[in-house]
Structures are given as C-alpha cells and as structure tokens.
C-alpha cells in the first residue's frame, strides 16, 4: 500500500527540499542488513549506512531482540531521582571503553542535545570553580553540532544560522575553517598543510582574552560540512593552546565514535584527549534515538560540592537514560565487541579510499577527501543553480541505480557500514560514476 498524498504533504521534512520531493517522493518502508526496501518494492543499496548511524546494518539481531524485550520489560523509567539498570550499566559499558580519565557520563536524546549540554556543563564547570567570567564559547568555521540554539550558535555551517537571523547565543566566535582547495585538494587521510590554522584560537585567546574562554567545541573530522579532516598535528595545537589558557577543549564525536574511523572514539585514533566528549548516532546504532556527554573526573567532582541533597546539576530531558535505548545502546556495544567493528572498520579504509579517489579524474568533480570511513566529492556547481547537480545525483542514484548516497548541496557523502563488503564499495562508486557520466 503506497502512502497517500495526503500523508506525503502532511509531513514537513528535515533538511530537505521539501516541494522538489513531494513531486516525486522517496519514501522507505523496510531495511534489513546492507538494503533498503521501497514501497514500490524495490531493494536498494544504503551508501550512507543510515545517516552515519547504523555502522552494524539496519535491524541487526542482537540489537532487535534486545529492544522487544526490554521494552515488553519496562517501557520508561522516570530519570529524575531515579534511574533504569540497563541507563546505569550503559554508562559503565561506554566509559570503559573510553579514553583514559572520562569515568562519567550524562545521557541526551541526540547529537544536537549532546552539544548543547556540553556548553552547558562546561560554563557550569568554570562557574563552580569560581571563574564564571569565563563566559565565551569558541566554535569553528563550517562545523556542525546539531541544530539547537547552542550548537547552532557555535556551529558554523552558513545555511543553518543566516536563516534564523540574530536570534544566537551571545559570546560566541569561530576559528576558521581548515579546508583548502589550493593546498589539500585530493588529499587522502590528513592533509600535511593547514596545522598553523589552529593558531586562530591563540588570535581569540588575545582578543577576547583566554581567561573569559569557557570552552573550544570542534568535530575531530568534519562531517556534515562534506568530510574535513584535521591537519597533521592541528588538533595536538588546540590542546596546547587550551591547555595555556585553562579553556576545555570538547571534542564532538557524534559521527567519529564508535568506530566510524576506525577506533571506539576519535580522541583514540588522534591521540589527543579532550575534556569532554559528545555521542550519539552509533551508540544504538541508529535504532533508539539517543545522545551522551562524557567528561573527565574532574569536570564531574567540581559539581560535586554543597549539601549532597542538592542537585548538583539543574540539566536533563524527560528522555535521559531511556531504558529501551539503553538496551539497544548495551546490544550494540556487544556486536561491536563480538564482531571486532572497530578492526573490521580500519580494515576497510584503504580499500574504500581507493575507491573514492578513483572518481578524482572526473570532469565534474573538483576536490575528493576521506578519513576513515568518511569519504566526500565536491562536484562542480551549476552556475545558475548551486546545489541542483547534487541532488539530481542523489535522485538518479535512487531511481536508476538502487543506491541511497547522501548529497549536502553539490558535496557528495559517503559513510559505508563498519563491516562493508569491499566489492560493495566498489559498486557504490562504479554506480556512482555511471551517474555522474549521465548527467551535465
């Protein structure tokens, strides 16, 4: 049974070009593994594993079995004053994975939330130290954490904040940006030029001084702005500048963690440790919506003052610790253990590279980057209608090529399963390629 139109035009889609669709909708009714199913009974390949979400594949075993049985167990459990098991022995599962030093962690509903409450906790943290002067938040050029007002404000994807006007925080700047098609056009992994940019905060540092900086908020790897990955020894220069200046530094794993680069977190991979940690997205796997911020000890034990009936911090959603996502967050952590995710996922990375870059030579695409398993192609815009060939290459990959590949404007997004089959990542971009030849 197709849905009806009125359904179609019922929904206000995110993120979307919502009239453009309704003219011919792209509606999912099913997944299972690798595939999508469509409601005009079609399977099509998922080159983008959810929305950089379902590492494992969609309606992986574990994860199903342990969601019907938790939530025919207890459904909801109240998070204010007292807490579900399977919320508490997540917790312990995840830091114990963590890197050395983050034994405590905060549960959200999202990506978007877990950024917010990390700027939240961090002005907290200086405030119960006595320096609540420190006030700024420094963000980065085209970075992206979610869609909140806090996270929109330090975020720095121009689409999502010119559209909302002046209606931000205040006390918030950027650093700019390390993308350069002069320098790092095509470049594999890390690019060797662009380490000095980290300088900018020193720049902040001088000019807001750095004792009213709270904190510096940045993704290890760019995602949503189409895969930025850091410098070599850029992000060891922002530790330092930090460190000089006693600003914590919040690394906003929502994408990185849980092995999308090849490592449980991306601190992990870069050997350079935050103060606080953002998830969300892997840690169910995409199956329950659910978010986390994880902190050092010492962020934690500075709010730990006062009389122990107090609360200590006046923070939380209704959502926190959701029992059935809990358990869908604990499944996934077995699978990724069980199945060595993360190995198989770093495993992987050459061949997916490889295969990305092979579109380099083509005349519509001007730039190609990757780390891990994040992979991004630039194409050429239309002059008249930025954005247009990006999504008529995500549509004809859809309709002509049974294969979902994410489009943000003309940058193309690839984010294949942690446990991908490499010969379907070379049909993903030989489809791809076939695409891009059939179109001007």
């Not at 970075?143 to 909302?164: D, E, I, L, Q």
């Not at 205040?170 to 594999?188: I, Q």
């Not at 995710?341 to 770093?346: D, G």
């Amino acid at each position: 049974m197709s849905t009806s139109p009125a359904a179609v035009e019922s929904y206000w889609m995110p993120f979307t070009s919502n009239r453009d669709f309704k003219e011919r909708p792209r509606i999912i009714t099913g997944a299972e593994g690798h595939y999508y199913h469509t409601e005009d009974g079609r399977r099509l390949y998922d080159a983008f594993s959810g929305l950089w979400t379902c590492g494992l594949g969609h309606c992986h075993p574990r994860i199903v079995e342990a969601v019907q049985k938790q939530v025919a167990t207890l459904d909801y459990s109240l998070g204010f004053q007292a807490g579900s098991d399977k919320a508490f022995e997540l917790a312990e599962r995840v830091t114990s994975i963590a890197p050395e030093g983050f034994t405590k962690l905060f549960f959200t509903n999202s990506g978007s939330e877990s950024a917010d409450t990390s700027l939240k906790i961090a002005l907290g943290y200086h405030r119960a130290r006595g320096e609540g002067h420190r006030t700024r938040l420094i963000g980065r050029e085209k970075g992206y954490h979610g869609v909140n007002f806090g996270g929109m404000s330090v975020g720095g994807m121009t689409p999502n904040r010119k559209a909302f006007g002046a209606s931000l925080l205040p006390c918030v700047d950027h650093l700019r940006h390390t993308w350069n098609l002069e320098h790092n056009a095509f470049s594999r992994g890390q690019p060797e030029w662009g380490a000095h940019l980290a300088d900018d905060l020193e720049r902040l540092a001088v000019l807001h001084d750095g004792g009213n900086i709270a904190a510096v908020i940045v993704e290890p790897v760019s995602g949503s702005s189409g895969i930025l990955p850091p410098p070599v020894g850029y992000l060891e220069r922002l530790r330092e500048i930090c460190d000089k200046y006693g600003i914590l530094l919040i690394f906003d794993e929502v994408i990185t963690a849980f092995g999308r680069i090849g490592e449980g977190f991306g601190a992990q991979r870069f050997g350079v440790m935050p103060d606080i940690i953002n998830m969300a997205k892997g840690l169910t796997n995409g199956v329950i919506p659910m978010g986390a911020v994880m902190v050092r000890d010492e962020i934690y034990q500075a709010f730990m003052q006062g009389p122990k009936q107090a609360i200590e911090l006046f923070h939380g959603y209704t959502y926190s610790g959701h029992p059935v996502a809990a358990a869908a967050g604990i499944a996934a952590l077995d699978a990724y253990v069980e199945e060595e995710t993360f190995a198989q996922s770093r495993a992987l990375e050459k061949h997916f590279e490889n295969e990305l870059h092979s579109l380099a030579d083509h005349p519509l695409v001007s730039d190609v980057r990757n780390f891990g398993l994040m992979g991004g192609i630039d194409l050429v815009p239309r002059p008249d209608a930025i954005g247009a060939r990006g999504l008529e290459v995500h549509k004809k990959c859809f309709w002509d090529e049974d294969i979902v590949v994410r489009n943000g404007g003309d940058i193309l997004q690839f984010s294949p399963f942690l446990n991908s089959r490499p010969e379907d990542i070379t049909m993903t971009f030989e489809k791809v390629r076939k695409v891009l030849d059939s179109i001007d």
